[in-house]
Structures are given as C-alpha cells and as structure tokens.
C-alpha cells in the first residue's frame, strides 16, 4: 500500500495527493493508494491513520506535516518513507500559527493550540534510519528551510532542485522513483 499523508491545514484534495492518485488509478493500482483526511491534532491523525493497519512493507509517502508523522510511523512500524519537503520540528515552527485557523480545501475552522504543539513534540524522533528515506526537496521552499532536512536525513536518497516551493513544484516528475523506491510496479 502506498500511503499519502497531506500537510498542515491540508486535506486529500491537495494537488499532490491527487496527482499520485490519479496516477495510481490511471494504471490499475487504485487499490494500492490511500490518504486518510488528518486531523489538526496528532493523536486524531495517528488514529486516522491506525485503521489501514500498516506493515513493514507498506510505503508512506509524507508532504510538510505530513512527512512528519510519516517519519514517526516508518520508525515505529519498519516500514519506508518518501519525504516531500518534511517539517522536521513543527512543534516550534507551527507556534507562529497559533489561533484560530481555517482547513484550506475544506474550509473547517478550528483553533490551534498549545496542545497541538505538544502533540507534535512528543512524537519527535531525534534519530532516524536514513535507509528507510527518499527525500524530495525544493530549495525554494519559502515555509521550511530545506537544509534542516537534509541534515536530519543525512545519508538518506534525496533528490534536491534548485528553485521550487514549498508545494514541490517538481512532484509530478518524480511519481516514477517515489514508485520505485516503495516497490510498487506500474
């Protein structure tokens, strides 16, 4: 299974979740794609995620937030991760958001605390395994500085353009090795 977990004030309807779903569907794999809607606090999205029941040989394919919880998972659960431009601590970068904040593709408004943040710090892992990483990183990237990922994955793959956002621009060309590296044949 190739799961897709979106960002912060995301939702299944983003752009890159789409693209890779289609993509998926487009050639017969359907079946192998899920991306659960996470909710803004960490334990509510690890319980979205819970029900897919992941194994070591599933692939979690994490953008922004997303690629933080998927770090969290792919250490607790032995399985691989592709990271598109990863939060590496939101507990300290989302702070600046604190208040009321409002879904980008629903609409949802709801308030971001202080408890999300400690949420997200008592899943943050300070030491990763690199061999489980492919990371995607623009240098563009105007929310999360993409050297601190490339820090904390060192040894990781990574493909690293120059340019880009924080959206990755560059998502749809790499659909083909984020196929490769989870083991899935198109």
């Not at 487009?26 to 992941?54: K, N, T, V, W």
């Not at 892992?125 to 492919?134: A, C, I, M």
Request: proline share 5%; charged share 20%; with cysteine.
């Amino acid at each position: 299974m190739l799961v897709y977990l979106h960002g912060f004030n995301s939702s299944p309807a983003s752009h890159k979740a789409q693209l890779l779903k289609a993509y998926l569907e487009g050639r017969g794999l359907g079946h192998l794609y899920a991306c659960p809607a996470l909710p803004p606090l960490a334990a509510d999205a690890l319980r979205e995620i819970e029900p897919l029941h992941l194994t070591k040989s599933d692939c979690l394919v994490g953008s922004s937030l997303g690629g933080f919880y998927a770090t969290y998972l792919a250490e607790k659960l032995d399985c691989c991760a592709v990271l598109i431009n990863p939060a590496i601590t939101p507990h300290i970068g989302l702070e600046a958001y604190l208040g009321t904040q409002t879904n980008l593709h629903t609409g949802a408004p709801y308030e971001l605390t202080r408890a999300h943040l400690e949420g997200w710090r008592a899943l943050l892992l300070q030491r990763v395994d690199p061999e489980r990483y492919l990371l995607l990183l623009e240098t563009g990237d105007e929310v999360l500085d993409w050297r601190e990922a490339a820090r904390k994955y060192e040894g990781a793959r990574m493909v690293i353009r120059q340019g880009g956002d924080h959206t990755l621009q560059s998502f749809a060309e790499h659909i083909g090795r984020i196929l490769d590296f989870a083991g899935v044949r198109a």
